[in-house]
């Protein structure tokens, strides 16, 4: 099978970290770098680490405010006080700012996922002027801190009476360096092969990105939705400098506003906390084994 | 290797990108920095409103955004209680009021003046009021002002920071004082008289030291009851400042050009609070951030503390808590007094309606709105006439004013205005924070403190701009 | 290989290169390239965001380097967050990630454990992680306490709460930082391994010859992201200590927020901004040298 020689043919002279990323053949290892039972020992503590701050914060979720600060911690308190979850929306309209926080994420996952397949495609497999030149511009923005940006396109928005909209966060990340590389390195894995064959067939250059390049890029897709969702959803630093007003705000905001000054509802923020990490733990669930698949590898055949 | 292949080409880009940068810059950063005409606001007004003050206003629908910070959940409760007070008063006006967490109040006010999208009326820290006033955000109300009150109607600390060169830009509720709290169980416990109520019979420092030293229990090595809490809070040195007016020192000079911390004053007053928890184990590790878990209030009630130095605030708190607390006044060093300050209320200078502003703003400081917050302990008054006799009997509620309270209140109403309304660098107080914390936190040696920050604040008193 | 077609617009590389990159490419330039320039611009101005612009040269970079204490303070804290973070946070996860890469009953419970973390928006795990810290009643002191040690004050100590932030940082980079590993090593070929025990090899040696050497591109490229996250860290500084106490955790991306909108000084934060951008630049340079993968 020609197919299966060029993988295997890419997979050898592939000389880059991503291609290995996305290395077409799965393989299942038993590698025995350490025993067994001591990765499990090793897995089982550091899961235990990663997890105990969530069961406490479930935990507290249920309790009454009292009960918080007692020593020695407690896991739950006497009762189970779920009516906490619906106090959250005296302290701030959650629906509200969920809806805003997934209007804004939603908007912005799409528009990455579209521009930077777009470009990775361009960057990949179409041969222009200054294209190499034009993409290490785009690598050594990928490097420049988010604060370099953040006070000019504050200045920016104001002048374009955008302050307090949700048009200032989402304008500003409708596009991505990170994504364009992601995508170009998962680009230049598939085979020139499949290309060759397309344009024999007739197709432009968009018909090869449209017909052929997107549907089989799925896994590398899933990858950057998520990362992409993770940082929009929990992204706090623009929305606290860009809104204003209760109508516009997202959740991250909320979660802090619902801090006092001199004292702090302790259990109610803990619901709202709880609820604001539930979408991104069910889109990570629901993605992760595209998830894990386009880190890791791509299977030939797409689906 | 691209990139460093094409090193002529890309150095060429890199320079017309400068170019452009610097032109770019100029140009932008030149434009009038708010254009509030063009900037897209929120849904303020419906219709044309009436500007001028003397005329008498139509009466249109008007919405006024109204943002504060929340000190707590019980204050906002009463905040939201007075707006609806005033709504069914005005019924023309609808405030929405939207409270920020303490922490990034003053970003968020900053960002949305610089925004051009600030609300119309807002809370302003006594710390940033000089501040904003200088940078033209703070709208003048001083004929609304002179039409419908009198500077005298306030008391002597208010009265001076609202006034900026004769002009006010923001009018006060209320006002708050460091204050000493003590649990008195106790104190019957241990058969001690409790701290004095009565300026003229508050304690020296030693007096206070003392009985702090015989509150401190400790039991097997660990310190089961500290004597004393909450001198010691580094960043933010507000408690202690009282301790340096008391001790007739002060943290700036007369025209707050200088800093005038590097004094023997305020030597002994930091070195005294520092030994209270250092040498004389009386007092147990500051507590730095204000959200981090248990709230003094909490320890005075549990009794982990027998005195707490806090705010007069806390009593809103303490009161609700279900032990007996007391209330006296602070230790002096050489006489007895303390600073008192709130935050005030002002309003946008780029705000579609400010009479309307000026309503609220009104409104925020009477004395109507004023009772209810004072009678739940959160506030004290800042109008005279709530003072006398029978301005008293207006607001004292003895379910939350401690017994011998009545002494205590002319401790508050002759309190000095806190010296950092004057101030008009907002890096300064993180620098004394920092020095501080330094110092009580971090070993570093009292004299060495106090000269770094005579000459760091003074260096950031004398930059420019 | 390629056919010329007749309608050489329709099928020119260049014309849907334009097109497609057009979307993209704006984005950048507006949002990107030219903030990052007139942030550059703005490094040699004074402005308090609401007067005028005041022209000062080389002003803020002097001040920067000779004469604010306060800008060495938190250049030195941000060497001394990233040092420690990067390397131990690698060295962890890439353990993790050798763990991970057997036959595990529960990896997907493992994965979901370890990138809970991950997901997590920052005022979450600051919230969580002050009451862990907390002196009087957090988790971290009680379990010390079980097993003698005595509990401290972990945020409000000046030379613990750097510490403490970093251990944050770390767990909320594990789990990213070991999937980035996973993939890495299950790109490595089987017969390297294969060969290698017919050499009779052990586990150490594969280890060392095979699997640190081929998962240089992946140790690389994580390197670089996680020097660049961790010299920019703003969040997990600013909701727990506010850059206290007295600075100890205060680093340039906190720094540079309190000068732009707390401290009415615009021009003097670009230029923080762009000392923190060639520091960036500097390391990845260096990396870049020093590795000569480059990753294209």
């Given at each position: 099978?020609?197919?299966k ?6 997979k050898y002279?592939?000389?880059?970290f991503i291609?290995k990323l996305?290395?077409?053949?799965k ?5 025995k ?5 001591l990765a ?6 550091g899961a235990?680490?990663?997890i ?5 914060m479930v935990g507290t ?9 007692v020593?020695?911690p407690?896991?739950f ?5 779920w009516e906490n979850?619906?106090?959250?929306s005296?302290?701030f309209?959650?629906f ?11 908007i912005?996952?799409i528009?990455?996922?579209l521009t930077?397949?777009m470009?990775g495609?361009?960057?990949a497999r ?10 290490a511009?785009y690598?050594a923005?990928m490097?420049?801190?988010?604060h370099?940006t953040l006070?000019?396109n504050?200045?920016?928005m104001r002048h ?10 989402i304008?500003?990340a409708l ?6 590389f992601?995508?170009?390195?998962f680009?230049l894995?598939?085979p020139?092969a ?6 024999i067939d007739g197709c432009t250059p968009?018909?090869?990105?449209w017909?052929i390049?997107?549907?089989?890029s799925?896994?590398a897709?899933a990858?950057l ?19 204003n007003?209760?109508?516009?705000m997202?959740?991250p905001l ?9 004292s702090?509802?302790?259990p109610v923020l803990?619901?709202g906390t709880?609820?604001?990490?539930l979408?991104?733990?069910v889109?990570f669930?629901?993605?992760q ?7 890791t ?7 | ?8 080409l890309?150095?060429g880009?890199v ?11 100029g140009?932008i950063l030149?434009?009038p920095p708010?254009?509030p005409?063009?900037?897209?606001a929120e849904?303020?007004?419906e219709?044309p409103?009436?500007?001028d003050?003397a005329e008498?206003?139509?009466e ?6 109204f ?7 019980l204050?906002?409760?009463?905040v939201?209680?007075?707006l609806?007070?005033?709504?069914t008063q005005?019924?023309n006006i609808?405030?929405e009021?939207?409270?920020v ?11 949305s ?7 119309d009326?807002f809370f ?8 904003l006033?200088?940078?033209?955000q703070?709208l003048d109300?001083t004929e609304y002002f002179?039409a419908e009150l009198?500077?005298?109607y ?5 009265a ?10 923001g009018v006060?509720?209320?006002t708050v004082?460091?204050i000493?709290f003590?649990?008195?169980?106790i ?9 004095p109520k009565n ?9 206070f ?7 401190t ?8 009851q500290?004597g ?6 580094p ?6 400042i009282?301790?340096?007016?008391s001790?007739e ?10 800093t ?7 030597k002994?007053?930091l070195?005294?609070?520092f030994?209270l928890?250092?040498k004389y184990?009386?007092s ?7 959200h981090l ?8 009630q549990?009794?982990?503390?027998a ?7 806390a009593l809103q708190e303490l009161?609700?808590?279900?032990f007996p607390?007391?209330i006296g006044v602070?230790p002096?060093f050489e006489?007895?007094?303390t ?9 946008w200078?780029d705000?579609?309606n ?8 009104s409104?925020?400081?009477s004395?109507?709105?004023q009772l209810?917050l004072?009678?739940s ?5 800042n ?7 029978e301005g ?5 509620n003895?379910?939350?004013?401690p017994?011998?309270?009545m ?6 109403r ?5 010296p950092?309304?004057f101030?008009v ?7 004394i924070?920092?020095e501080?914390?330094a110092?009580f936190?971090g070993?570093k040696p009292?004299?060495e403190?106090?000269t770094?920050i005579e ?5 950031e008193?004398a930059r420019?701009? | 290989m390629?056919?010329i077609?007749?309608?050489r617009?329709?099928y020119s590389?260049?014309t849907?290169?334009f097109?497609l990159?057009l ?5 950048f330039m507006?949002?990107l390239?030219?903030p990052?320039?007139v942030?550059?611009g703005?490094?040699?101005v ?9 022209w000062v040269?080389?002003g803020n ?5 000779f004469?604010?204490?306060v800008f060495r303070r938190v ?15 690698i060295?962890?996860?890439l353990?993790l990630?050798?763990?991970?890469d057997q036959?595990i009953?529960?990896i ?14 920052m005022?979450?795990v600051a ?10 009643f957090g988790?971290?002191?009680?379990i ?5 040690i005595?509990?401290?004050s972990?945020?409000s100590d000046v030379?613990l709460?750097?510490?403490?932030i970093?251990v944050?940082?770390?767990?909320q ?5 070991m999937l980035l590993f996973?993939a ?5 070929s089987?017969?390297?391994?294969e060969?290698?025990?017919?050499d ?14 081929l998962?240089?591109?992946t140790?690389?490229f994580?390197?670089?992201m996680?020097?660049i996250?961790?010299l920019?860290a703003?969040?997990?500084v600013?909701?727990m200590?506010?850059g206290?106490p ?6 340039l991306?906190?720094?540079l927020?309190q ?10 934060a ?5 000392v923190?951008f060639f520091?960036?630049?500097s390391?990845?340079l260096?990396q870049?040298r020093?590795q000569?993968?480059w990753?294209?």
């Amino acid at each position: 099978m020609s197919n299966k020689e060029a993988a295997l043919d890419i997979k050898y002279r592939a000389n880059g970290f991503i291609s290995k990323l996305y290395a077409l053949r799965k393989i299942i290892k038993k590698k025995k770098y350490i025993p067994k039972t001591l990765a499990y020992l090793f897995l089982g503590a550091g899961a235990l680490v990663m997890i105990t701050p969530f069961l406490w914060m479930v935990g507290t979720s249920l309790k009454s405010l009292h009960e918080v600060f007692v020593f020695p911690p407690t896991l739950f308190g006497e009762e189970l006080r779920w009516e906490n979850y619906l106090r959250i929306s005296d302290r701030f309209p959650f629906f509200q700012f969920f809806l805003n926080s997934l209007r804004i994420t939603v908007i912005v996952v799409i528009s990455q996922v579209l521009t930077s397949s777009m470009a990775g495609f361009t960057f990949a497999r179409l041969r222009f002027k200054f294209r190499d030149h034009l993409f290490a511009l785009y690598l050594a923005t990928m490097m420049v801190p988010v604060h370099v940006t953040l006070i000019p396109n504050f200045i920016l928005m104001r002048h374009l009476g955008l302050m307090n909209t949700h048009a200032a966060l989402i304008l500003p990340a409708l596009v991505t360096a990170f994504g364009t590389f992601l995508m170009r390195q998962f680009f230049l894995t598939i085979p020139a092969a499949l290309e060759d064959a397309a344009k024999i067939d007739g197709c432009t250059p968009f018909g090869v990105y449209w017909r052929i390049f997107l549907p089989l890029s799925k896994p590398a897709i899933a990858t950057l939705s998520v990362f992409v969702f993770m940082g929009m959803w929990n992204q706090f630093l623009q929305p606290l400098i860009f809104l204003n007003t209760k109508e516009n705000m997202t959740l991250p905001l909320g979660l802090a506003f619902t801090q006092g000054f001199f004292s702090t509802d302790w259990p109610v923020l803990m619901a709202g906390t709880v609820l604001s990490l539930l979408p991104v733990i069910v889109a990570f669930l629901l993605a992760q084994d595209f998830f894990i698949r386009g880190v890791t590898l791509s299977g030939l055949k797409g689906e | 290797m691209v990139m460093f292949k094409k090193n002529k080409l890309m150095t060429g880009i890199v320079v017309v990108l400068v170019v452009l940068g610097l032109v770019f810059g100029g140009i932008i950063l030149t434009r009038p920095p708010i254009e509030p005409e063009d900037v897209a606001a929120e849904p303020v007004v419906e219709e044309p409103v009436v500007e001028d003050p003397a005329e008498e206003p139509v009466e249109e629908e008007i919405t006024l955004h109204f943002v504060g910070w929340e000190a707590s959940p019980l204050e906002t409760e009463s905040v939201q209680k007075g707006l609806d007070s005033f709504m069914t008063q005005n019924p023309n006006i609808t405030v929405e009021y939207m409270p920020v967490p303490h922490a990034e109040y003053e970003t968020k006010l900053i960002t949305s003046m610089a925004g051009g999208a600030a609300a119309d009326v807002f809370f302003v820290g006594t710390e940033l009021y000089r501040s904003l006033h200088l940078k033209g955000q703070l709208l003048d109300i001083t004929e609304y002002f002179e039409a419908e009150l009198e500077l005298d109607y306030f008391i002597p600390s208010a009265a001076s920071i609202m006034v900026i060169n004769d002009r006010i830009y923001g009018v006060s509720s209320c006002t708050v004082s460091p204050i000493l709290f003590y649990n008195r169980d106790i104190f019957d416990k241990a058969g001690l008289p409790y701290p004095p109520k009565n300026p003229d019979e508050a304690w020296t420092w030693n007096e206070f030291l003392e009985v702090a030293k015989q509150l401190t229990i400790v039991e097997g090595g660990e310190t089961k009851q500290f004597g004393a809490f909450g001198f010691e809070n580094p960043a933010w040195p507000y408690m202690k400042i009282a301790m340096f007016l008391s001790n007739e020192g002060d943290v700036f000079n007369e025209d707050f050009t200088e800093t005038t911390m590097n004094t023997p004053e305020v030597k002994e007053v930091l070195q005294a609070v520092f030994d209270l928890r250092q040498k004389y184990g009386a007092s147990p590790e500051a507590l730095v951030l204000e959200h981090l878990g248990m709230s003094p209030s909490h320890m005075l009630q549990t009794g982990r503390v027998a005195m707490l130095i806090d705010g007069s605030w806390a009593l809103q708190e303490l009161a609700q808590m279900d032990f007996p607390v007391g209330i006296g006044v602070l230790p002096k060093f050489e006489r007895a007094v303390t600073h008192g300050q709130a935050h005030l209320h002002s309003a946008w200078i780029d705000t579609p309606n400010p009479y309307e502003a000026w309503r609220l703003i009104s409104f925020l400081s009477s004395e109507e709105y004023q009772l209810d917050l004072i009678r739940s302990g959160l506030w004290m008054p800042n109008r005279t006439a709530l003072y006398t006799e029978e301005g008293i009997a207006r607001w004292f509620n003895p379910d939350v004013h401690p017994e011998g309270f009545m002494d205590v209140i002319p401790f508050i109403r002759d309190a000095v205005a806190y010296p950092f309304a004057f101030n008009v660098r907002p890096a300064t107080m993180d620098i004394i924070a920092e020095e501080l914390g330094a110092f009580f936190n971090g070993g570093k040696p009292l004299d060495e403190t106090l000269t770094d920050i005579e000459s760091r604040v003074n260096e950031e008193l004398a930059r420019e701009q | 290989m390629r056919r010329i077609n007749f309608n050489r617009i329709l099928y020119s590389d260049t014309t849907w290169a334009f097109i497609l990159l057009l979307p993209n490419f704006l984005g950048f330039m507006i949002f990107l390239m030219v903030p990052m320039v007139v942030s550059f611009g703005m490094s040699f101005v004074s402005w308090d965001l609401f007067g005028p612009v005041r022209w000062v040269g080389l002003g803020n970079y002097i001040e920067l380097f000779f004469e604010d204490q306060v800008f060495r303070r938190v250049f030195w804290n941000t060497l001394y967050f990233t040092a420690v973070t990067v390397p131990i946070s690698i060295v962890l996860s890439l353990l993790l990630a050798l763990a991970m890469d057997q036959k595990i009953i529960g990896i997907r419970f493992f994965r979901v454990a370890y990138f809970m973390p991950v997901i997590s928006s920052m005022i979450a795990v600051a919230i969580v992680w002050q009451w862990i810290y907390n002196p009087e009643f957090g988790l971290l002191n009680y379990i010390l306490g079980l097993i003698g040690i005595e509990g401290q004050s972990w945020l409000s100590d000046v030379f613990l709460a750097m510490p403490a932030i970093i251990v944050v940082a770390i767990w909320q980079g594990l789990g990213f930082n070991m999937l980035l590993f996973l993939a890495g090593l299950q790109g490595i070929s089987e017969i390297y391994y294969e060969a290698a025990e017919v050499d009779g090899a052990g586990w150490f040696q594969k280890f060392w010859n095979i699997t640190i050497p081929l998962l240089a591109p992946t140790t690389f490229f994580i390197l670089v992201m996680a020097v660049i996250g961790a010299l920019q860290a703003f969040d997990a500084v600013y909701l727990m200590t506010a850059g206290g106490p007295a600075r100890a955790t205060s680093v340039l991306a906190h720094y540079l927020f309190q000068n732009a909108f707390q401290y009415f000084r615009m021009g003097y934060a670009s230029a923080i901004a762009y000392v923190l951008f060639f520091l960036v630049l500097s390391f990845t340079l260096i990396q870049l040298r020093r590795q000569r993968a480059w990753f294209l």
